[in-house]
T-cell receptor, first 112, second 115 residues
Framework: SQTIHQWPATLVQPVGSPLSLECTVE??????LYWYRQAAGRGLQLLFY??????ISSEVPQNLSASRPQDRQFILSSKKLLLSDSGFYLC???????????FGSGTQLSVL | GESVGLHLPTLSVQEGDNSIINCAYS??????FIWYKQESGKGPQFIID?????DKRQGQRVTVLLNKTVKHLSLQIAATQPGDSAVYFC??????????????FGQGTILTVHP
């Protein structure tokens, strides 16, 4: 069966520090991969999605970037974190472009 | 895009009652709909989905109804249990084209089940 792993679960970082969140999927090949952010009490905002290795599409202009170095690995990064980057970050995968998303357990990021 | 406002709709029910959570979508081209359940501090969990060629789909204790005429989606939970307490999100998707069918999420509804 397919599983998705996301880490770390929580992270506290100072303003201006770098960020690297990692997500891996097991049990499937060539998944679509996604990074979402969820602010407290709000819905999910799509940040990036990828349909293949090295293929990244950004949904909103921001201080973050994403990379997909391997088929089942998706990384969310920042060179210098801002206070506004705080939030709950979720990685997700789907088998195709019109299929349900399966989410990881999320990373609660606090930028202080 | 991101939902606005910090006050999510809420629904409070007694254990054993049936719950109905509603969602209105705006894009008439949407043809795939999903309901997710999210517990505090966790990622959303898939509940049930429905495609636009159907009006109703049933799962275990859950039923999703789709009314394309008024662009309305509902999730019915039978015999609601305390473990059903969570935030419920609807999501819509447009297949085809070059959009890769990215999901657009609603703002969510908080369901609280009282024992």
């Amino acid at each position: 069966s397919q599983t998705i792993h996301q880490w770390p679960a929580t992270l506290v970082q100072p303003v201006g520090s770098p960020l690297s969140l990692e997500c891996t999927v097991e049990g499937t090949s060539n998944p679509n991969l996604y990074w979402y952010r969820q602010a407290a009490g709000r819905g999910l905002q799509l940040l990036f999605y990828s349909v293949g290795i090295g293929q990244i599409s950004s949904e909103v202009p921001q201080n973050l970037s994403a990379s997909r170095p391997q088929d089942r690995q998706f990384i969310l990064s920042s060179k210098k974190l801002l206070l506004s980057d705080s939030g709950f970050y979720l990685c997700a995968w789907s088998a195709g472009h019109n299929e349900k998303l399966f989410f990881g357990s999320g990373t609660q990021l606090s930028v202080l | 895009g991101e939902s606005v406002g910090l006050h999510l709709p809420t629904l409070s029910v007694q254990e054993g009652d049936n719950s109905i959570i509603n969602c209105a979508y705006s894009n008439s081209a949407s043809d795939y709909f999903i309901w997710y359940k999210q517990e505090s501090g966790k990622g959303p969990q898939f509940i049930i989905d429905i495609r636009s060629n159907m009006d109703k789909r049933q799962g275990q204790r859950v039923t999703v109804l789709l009314n394309k005429t008024v662009k309305h989606l509902s999730l019915q939970i039978a015999a609601t249990q305390p473990g059903d307490s969570a935030v419920y999100f609807c999501a819509e998707n447009i297949s085809g084209g070059t959009s890769y069918g990215k999901l657009t999420f609603g703002q969510g509804t908080i369901l609280t089940v009282h024992p």
